[in-house]
C-alpha cells in the first residue's frame, strides 16, 4: 500500500502511522528514476505500508509514478493506491501493450533495490485500479522481508467497481484481494479510501 504526502508533511506522516500501527519506519530511500523517495514499513502476512513524497526534481514531473505521487500530494495527500506483487510482468505487459518501466533505490545500508512496475498510467486515469511490481531481487531483500510488527492488513474501503478491477488484473484465479475484506463504497472520485489494519492494541483504519 503507498500513502503520498508533499515533503512538507512527510516526516510527520512517517511519524503518525508509525505510531498508529505500532512500530517505526525505516527509510526506504530515493527513487532516482522517479524523482521520489519513501519510508517502508514491513507487516505480517509478506506485505508492507510505504510513505512516498516527491522530490524537487525533473524526473518527478516525467515519471509516470513522479507524477502520481505529486498529484494525491496537491490533493492533500492520502492513500495513492495498492501493488499487486507478481512474478513475471511479462503477460501484464502483453495485456497492457508496452513495456514496463524499471525502478531502482539504493537503501541506506547500500544495497541496490531494483524492480519493474507497470500499470501507473492506468492508476492515473482511473485510481482504483492497482498496478503491477516484480522485484529483480531476492525474496529476502524485498521491502516485506523482516516485519517489525505483528500488524496485518485486514481490510480495504474502495471506491470503484469490482469487476473493473478484476478485468484489469487479468482474473486470476487467486485474486489479491481474495485474502482481505473488501468494502465498497460510493464516493465521487474511484480510488482506495482507507485500510483497515489489525494491531496488537485492536483495529486501526487510516
Excluded at 127 to 150: I, M
Excluded at 167 to 185: M, N, R, S
Amino acid at each position: 500500500m503507498s500513502y503520498a504526502v508533499a515533503r512538507d508533511s512527510f516526516v510527520s506522516t512517517v511519524q503518525w502511522i508509525g505510531s498508529a500501527l505500532g512500530a517505526g519506519f525505516v527509510d526506504g530511500g530515493v527513487h532516482p528514476r522517479f524523482g521520489t523517495r519513501n519510508f517502508i514499513l514491513p507487516l505480517s502476512g509478506g506485505t508492507y505500508v510505504e510513505v512516498v513524497t516527491t522530490l524537487d526534481h525533473p524526473a518527478a514531473d516525467r515519471a509516470p509514478f513522479g507524477r502520481a505521487v505529486a498529484r494525491r500530494a496537491a490533493e492533500g495527500g492520502g492513500w495513492l493506491g495498492w501493488v499487486v506483487s507478481i512474478d513475471d510482468i511479462a503477460p501484464v505487459e502483453a495485456r497492457l501493450g508496452r513495456t514496463s518501466a524499471e525502478g531502482h533505490r539504493v537503501r541506506p545500508d547500500g544495497f541496490d533495490l531494483r524492480w519493474k512496475q507497470i500499470g501507473l498510467l492506468e492508476l492515473l486515469e482511473d485510481p482504483q485500479l492497482p498496478y503491477f511490481l516484480q522485484w529483480l531481487v531476492p525474496t529476502e531483500e524485498r521491502p516485506s522481508a523482516d516485519p517489525r510488527t505483528s500488524t496485518t492488513i485486514h481490510g480495504v474501503s474502495i471506491a470503484g467497481d469490482a469487476a473493473s478491477i478484476a478485468e484489469f488484473l487479468g482474473e486470476p484465479a487467486d485474486h489479491p484481494l481474495d485474502q482481505i475484506d473488501v468494502t465498497w463504497v460510493e464516493d465521487e472520485e474511484p480510488g482506495l479510501i482507507s485500510v483497515e489494519f489489525a494491531t496488537a492494541n485492536g483495529p486501526v483504519t487510516i
